[in-house]
């Protein structure tokens, strides 16, 4: 026991002596993530939009620090090969920790969908970036196929120590909870996720190689990724190659165009067939390895006309609905394919598969930025559309500036609306309103959501406008009768960047969105909410129907469901042995103000739990 406690101290120490900023990086994911997790579970402090941004500002530093932890590995092995000393040694770490605290203060106070898709990249990039980095030279082929062997295998195998101590002591805990009756917070669980997860790098940093040269003599394969590889991923590859040649087929003899999932389907096999192929790399030239053989040579030959069907399947959803992020990765990842063919099926440089993750890293790391990257060619593309479909309907005026625009076709309507969705999720929509012929005031509390609807509503395309024509109730009359004097629009929405909803003394709980009087269906639970055209609060639950009067707990909360405010509105229901709460964090709606009558809710969203007593 004393010798086991020894070893693992040493091997701690190790650890920190030979990767100090691996290991710095490791410990501040964690600090930052039990904060986190703290915040989380605070009751005592009101959510708020401060909160919100406190949270988010959290999650920027894990993933920087996450960030960084993949970075320093990678360097650190890199500086390891280059035998670099002393000093020197450290300046890369510290040049990259400063870059990355700059890159901090330049995040948004609202997480959009654009940075969420660049922290995928950068992260992507990183891990490709630690595949070969350590194996810079020309010829280390052999050495580089062992080190991601042995790194890859020390991934799962920490996996699995830190999974099995995490269920172990959960269990434990469990147990003591149940038999000695003895309460546990759930955060006790969080906290003991989060150390098996820190404990993964201290397991995984153990049995890094520290002779690199020494790989590039010898490699000892697994038998296991061989047999995995040779009889599952190979003939899987090749029956998907099949399908795919057999659809082509099809599509030749029956003239017609391809289906647009086809692509999402050719680049995965691809991607997949690859990975085959880097998995059995050192049996490629074995002699007794005949099968292996012939798919090496042939797999990227037999890509190609694939390839055909990818570019003419994505250029024809390009010519009808211009570029998006995913068109651009497919259509990116396709060039990356082709050249991959031609490296290997003409010029035949089998033996050269560094060039897999190093151009794959530098393909996905230059697409995140400047006027070349996803984002920007995006949206440049669904802009030009914008201004076309508005040309067409006489939607700009002769300052080429955006006027409201009518007797819009339903198919124009709903594209020109599927843009500025599209333009609102990626924080565009400031830009779009300078073009407006009467700029709106945006406020600075105002989310991308309600520029949309506003920008929408300039248009004359907002859906409340539209839904007020075609309600039955209304539809003689019109808006103009309906909105008359004492009638007014509210719309109450929670200032918070990400709502809070408090579960507690409630068994369960779902997030409801009243959109044309949909429902929400739990099967398991054989459960069925939603809101009908009589403004009824409907749960059923295994046949037996629960009905709440939702106008009239709306009008008893009037004053707090005001046109602003920073947390939800809390109402509390109860009828026989269910209780209800709502979380209401939207709620758009007509009221008489002079009645305080509630006649209809347009909009409503909130957080619903519930309990049988």
Same mark, same amino acid.
């Given at each position: ?6 070893? +693992? ?8 002596? %030979?990767?100090?900023?691996?290991? &710095? ?50 360097? +650190? ?14 300046? #890369? ?14 995040? #948004? ?11 995928? &990249? ?50 434990? &805990? ?34 890094? #190689? ?87 040579? +042939? ?26 992020e995913n068109r651009y990765y497919v259509v990116l990842l396709g060039v990356w394919l082709l050249g991959m063919c031609v490296h290997y099926a003409i ?37 030009? %559309? ?24 339903? @198919? ?22 300078? %073009?407006?012929?009467? #700029? ?63 579960? @507690? ?20 639970? @054989? ?17 037996? @129907? ?53 006649? %209809? ?13």
């Amino acid at each position: 026991m004393k010798f086991q406690i020894e070893k +693992t101290l040493d091997n701690a120490k190790k650890n920190w002596e %030979r990767f100090p900023f691996v290991m &710095l990086s490791a410990t501040a994911t964690y600090i930052f993530s039990i904060l986190l997790a703290e915040i989380i579970f605070d009751t005592s402090i009101k959510e708020t939009t401060d909160k919100a941004r406190i949270l988010l500002n959290y999650g920027y530093l894990i993933y920087l620090s996450g960030l960084s932890l993949v970075l320093t590995f990678a360097g +650190t092995l890199f500086i390891e090969r280059k035998k670099i000393n002393g000093f020197s040694q450290n300046i #890369p770490h510290l040049v990259l920790i400063i870059v990355l605290v700059g890159l901090f203060f330049t995040f #948004p106070t609202e997480m959009n969908f654009i940075l969420a898709l660049k922290f995928f &990249l950068w992260a992507l990039s990183a891990h490709l970036l630690a595949a070969f980095l350590p194996f810079y030279q020309k010829d280390e082929n052999f050495g580089f196929w062992s080190y991601n062997q042995i790194i890859f295998g020390r991934f799962l195998l920490s996996a699995v120590f830190s999974g099995v101590l995490f269920i172990g002591i959960s269990l434990g &805990l469990t147990a003591i909870q149940i038999l000695f009756q003895i309460s546990i917070n759930t955060k006790i669980y969080i906290h003991l996720f989060l150390m098996c997860a820190y404990l993964h790098t201290w397991f995984f940093l153990s049995e890094i #190689p520290t002779d690199f040269d020494a790989l590039n003599e010898k490699i000892d394969y697994n038998q296991s990724i061989g047999i995995l590889t040779k009889y599952i991923l190979l003939p899987l590859t090749s029956l998907y190659m099949l399908i795919l040649y057999a659809y082509s087929i099809r599509i030749l003899i029956d003239m017609t165009l391809p289906k647009g999932w086809v692509v999402y389907l050719i680049v995965a096999f691809s991607i997949a067939g690859i990975f085959a192929l880097l998995m059995i790399y050192p049996l490629q030239n074995e002699k007794n390895e005949g099968w292996i053989n012939i798919f090496t040579r +042939t797999f990227y030959i037999a890509l190609m006309p694939l390839l055909v069907l990818l570019f003419i399947s994505i250029g024809v959803r390009i010519s009808q609905y211009g570029f998006t992020e995913n068109r651009y990765y497919v259509v990116l990842l396709g060039v990356w394919l082709l050249g991959m063919c031609v490296h290997y099926a003409i010029f035949r440089r089998y033996d050269q598969i560094k060039i897999i993750p190093l151009s794959l890293c530098l393909m996905f790391f230059l697409s995140s930025f400047g006027p070349w990257s996803a984002f920007s060619v995006a949206e440049y593309s669904q802009k030009s %559309r914008l201004y076309s479909l508005l040309a067409k309907n006489k939607g700009l005026n002769t300052a080429q500036k955006i006027i409201p625009i009518s007797n819009v076709n339903t @198919k124009d309507k709903e594209k020109i609306r599927d843009i500025i969705s599209f333009l609102g999720d990626r924080g565009s929509i400031d830009e779009i309103n300078q %073009r407006l012929e009467k #700029p709106i005031n945006f406020t600075k509390k105002l989310s991308q959501n309600e520029k949309e609807s506003k920008v929408l509503v300039f248009l004359q395309l907002d859906y409340k406008r539209e839904s007020m024509v075609k309600d039955e109730k209304y539809e003689e009359i019109g808006d103009k009768k309906e909105i008359e004097e004492n009638n007014k629009i509210i719309n109450f929405k929670n200032e918070s960047s990400s709502p809070f909803y408090n579960t @507690k003394g409630y068994d369960y709980f779902v997030v409801y969105k009243k959109i044309d009087y949909g429902s929400i269906d739990i099967s398991s639970l @054989k459960t069925n909410i939603f809101v009908n055209e009589k403004n009824k609060l409907v749960f059923t639950i295994r046949d037996e @129907k629960f009905v709440f009067n939702l106008d009239e707990e709306i009008e008893k909360n009037i004053d707090k469901l005001a046109e602003t405010n920073e947390e939800n509105v809390i109402i509390l229901l109860k009828k026989n042995n269910l209780k209800v709460k709502l979380d209401i964090n939207l709620c758009s709606y007509l009221i008489n103000e002079k009645t305080k009558k509630l006649k %209809r809710i347009d909009q409503f969203e909130a957080g619903v739990s519930w309990k049988i007593e």
